[in-house]
């Protein structure tokens, strides 16, 4: 009888530490499967975050643009790249030489493609300061039936909605390659701002 009964002792031991050993294993296999399943979440969030970078980047341009472009809308000629620097603060850029470029390469295809401005105004500009230009074309060409400072205007205006116009056009290849990847773009830039610690 000591015998059973020792026997079935060591079974319900036997029997418990099974049980023990099984809960042990399970514990093991939720630690090491929680992790994995986190990595890979994190993994998939990192595939689409990357996905949508460009779509960010072109987005953040094009408001850029956009606000620039409202500037150069409201200012006075002389007023737009003090303004510039002044709304835009942390861009690394310097406006007036940027602005001054611009009217450049406007003219030169006004003068050279469009053959509606005589080279000498062209000339005129390259050696002034943006600043100045209205002023100092307005003094070398007292005869000229047009607006100078209309004109430059409509120069930066033109440039501004081209960037612009570009940038959308960015976008829009953005989102149908996000569309062709199965995912809306809407969900791609919330996973985008999760993964990068956004809002």
């Known amino acids: 009888m000591a015998d059973k009964e020792t026997k079935r002792y060591m079974e319900l031991q036997m029997e418990e530490m099974k049980s023990f050993h099984a809960e042990n294993e399970e514990d093991a296999e939720k630690k090491e499967s929680a992790p994995k399943n986190n990595k890979t979440d994190r993994e998939k969030e990192a595939e689409i975050a990357k996905l949508y970078e460009d779509l960010a980047e072109y987005e953040e341009d094009l408001e850029c643009f956009e606000n620039e472009l409202e500037v150069v809308k409201t200012n006075k000629l002389k007023d737009i790249g003090p303004s510039l620097t002044q709304n835009f603060p942390d861009e690394e850029r310097d406006y007036n030489a940027e602005l001054k470029t611009v009217v450049e390469a406007g003219w030169r295809h006004m003068v050279e493609t469009l053959n509606t401005h005589p080279k000498e105004q062209l000339e005129l500009i390259e050696k002034c300061d943006f600043k100045d230009m209205s002023e100092k074309l307005t003094d070398a060409f007292p005869d000229y039936s047009g607006n100078f400072e209309t004109e430059i ?47």
């Open 153 to 199: 205007k409509e120069v930066l205006v033109k440039r501004w909605e081209i960037l612009i116009a570009i940038k959308k056009e960015h976008i829009k290849e953005e989102i149908a390659e996000i569309k062709t990847a199965g995912l809306k773009p809407h969900y791609a830039k919330r996973v985008y701002k999760r993964y990068h610690g956004i809002e």
